[in-house]
């Protein structure tokens, strides 16, 4: 079992930036690809960036490519989300989610989540 607790979220400008961070708790956090993903209000969840337990491997959809990335820091079992250059459409909540090995970018893939940052971008 993993449990995910995020924070980080906040109100901020357009052009400005935020980091979101994911704490994992349970064993073996490297053994679990974590994504992100965010749901804004009247929309469904939707993938954002996810990274493989290593670390090596990330990936980003169009919509942020170029200005979030994703880290991890398995010693400290924590995963990041360095948001720069944020826009208003960035509004959502932003979940941090958890599965075995495999990275993938579809929510019924991941079997742990977390329970959401607001992230509020003003124009």
């Known amino acids: 079992q993993v449990q995910l607790v995020e924070s980080g979220g906040g109100l901020v400008q357009a052009g400005g930036s935020l980091r979101l961070s994911c704490a994992a708790s349970g064993r073996t956090f490297s053994n679990y690809a974590m994504g992100w993903f965010r749901q804004a209000p009247g929309k469904e969840r939707e993938f954002v960036s996810s990274i493989t337990g290593s670390g090596i491997t990330t990936y980003q959809t169009d919509s942020v490519k170029g200005r979030f990335t994703i880290s991890r820091d398995n010693a400290k079992n924590t995963v990041y989300l360095q948001m720069n250059s944020l826009k208003p459409e960035d509004t959502a909540v932003y979940y941090c989610?958890?599965?075995?090995?495999?990275?993938?970018?579809?929510?019924?893939?991941?079997?742990?989540w977390g329970q959401g940052t607001q992230v509020t971008v003003s124009s």
């Open positions: 989610a958890g599965r075995l090995f495999r990275s993938s970018q579809y929510v019924d893939d991941y079997a742990y």
